[in-house]
T-cell receptor
Framework: GQNIDQPTEMTATEGAIVQINCTYQ??????LSWYQQHDGGAPTFLSY??LDGLEETGRFSSFLSRSKGYSDLLLKELQMKDSASYLC??????????WGAGTKLIIKP | DAMVIQNPRYQVTQFGKPVTLSCSQT?????MYWYQQKSSQAPKLLFH???????NEADTPDNFQSRRPNTSFCFLDIRSPGLGDAAMYLC?????????????FGPGTRLTVL
């Protein structure tokens, strides 16, 4: 079966760094994406990893290890507006996204 | 600005009363998706279209139907809503076979079933 695991909830402090993990088991792998979703809102694209290694976009970066089947999303210099759910999604052999349930990130002052 | 629009944002219906949700896009993307998302759960893909080529997920109930009359518009019909169909319904678009296959979402329609 296809499975994506993420922690349900994490808490971090404003200005700090947080790392959110995603592990996956899918039929085929054609890349992993991270999306941000605020309460009551729609997912918005953050990053994509097609190959092993680190991708950086501003305060956000994502690391992928295909051999170990995981990705980490790193958020630096946390701001209150970063309070949201972060969803991991893997593109499988059918070229469809398999979604995780998301990690709810709570930022405290 | 190019975007994905969903109407209405909030929809209240009665048990068993048909409802139609609409989605339009100005991105000119050939792929469109309908997702159902319940609180704290992953988005669940209901259908997707490559152009007019309709693809139904195996576990999507027959109660859910979809239409795509042209590139810009897509509709989700729920023929007889049950209490378990109360959820956020998300429409998304993407360009076929593009990397990273970024999906652009509309704001969603929150469906309440009384």
């Amino acid at each position: 079966g296809q499975n994506i695991d993420q922690p349900t909830e994490m808490t971090a402090t404003e200005g700090a760094i947080v790392q959110i993990n995603c592990t996956y088991q899918t039929s085929g792998f054609y890349g992993l994406s991270w999306y941000q979703q605020h309460d009551g809102g729609a997912p918005t694209f953050l990053s994509y990893n097609g190959l092993d290694g680190l991708e950086e976009t501003g305060r956000f970066s994502s690391f992928l290890s295909r051999s170990k089947g995981y990705s980490d999303l790193l958020l630096k210099e946390l701001q209150m507006k970063d309070s949201a759910s972060y969803l991991c999604a893997v593109k499988d052999s059918n070229y469809q996204l398999i979604w995780g349930a998301g990690t709810k990130l709570i930022i405290k002052p | 600005d190019a975007m994905v629009i969903q109407n209405p944002r909030y929809q209240v219906t009665q048990f068993g009363k048909p409802v139609t949700l609409s989605c339009s896009q100005t991105l000119n993307h050939n792929v469109m998706y309908w997702y159902q998302q319940k609180s704290s759960q992953a988005p669940k893909l209901l259908f997707h279209y490559y152009d007019k080529d309709f693809n139904n997920e195996a576990d999507t109930p027959d109660n859910f139907q979809s239409r795509r009359p042209n590139t810009s518009f897509c509709f989700l019909d729920i023929r007889s809503p049950g209490l378990g169909d109360a959820a956020m319904y998300l429409c998304a678009t993407s360009r076929e076979n593009s990397a990273p296959n970024e999906q652009f979402f509309g704001p969603g329609t929150r469906l309440t079933v009384l």
